[in-house]
Nanobody, 118 residues
Framework: VQLQASGGGLVQAGGSLRLSCAVSGRSLSGTYMGWFRQTPGKERDFVAGIWWSSGITHYVDSVKGRFTISRDNAKSTVYLQMSSLKPEDTAVYYC????????????WGQGTLVTVSS
């Protein structure tokens, strides 16, 4: 199983970026896909997630209304559209997959750096 994250970069505050996570090697039916972020010296935090089959989504409060998670079944890819970016959104973003997200995430992507300048 491989998760390939991409789309990070440098953006000014108020700008937008779209992250992608392409999944290969597993069926996504019944899978929960999550996006996490981590800054140096801090824990990796949940940002958003989506149940692949139903499309039900979850967001941490700090990104609600600004970030949107979605998936493309034909491309086996999950996206994180980030808008109205703030300097505090600066982090390495990771995608991950799970069949029991309340227990653990089984597979992780390599991370993609998002830097938001003020």
């Amino acid at each position: 199983v491989q998760l390939q994250a991409s789309g990070g970069g440098l953006v000014q505050a108020g700008g937008s970026l779209r992250l992608s996570c392409a999944v290969s090697g597993r069926s996504l039916s019944g899978t929960y896909m999550g996006w996490f972020r981590q800054t140096p010296g801090k824990e990796r935090d949940f940002v958003a997630g989506i149940w692949w089959s139903s499309g039900i989504t979850h967001y941490v409060d700090s990104v609600k209304g600004r970030f949107t998670i979605s998936r493309d079944n034909a491309k086996s890819t999950v996206y994180l559209q980030m808008s109205s970016l703030k300097p505090e959104d600066t982090a390495v973003y990771y995608c991950a997959s799970s069949i029991r997200p309340s227990v653990k995430y089984d597979y992780w992507g390599q991370g993609t750096l998002v830097t938001v300048s003020s």
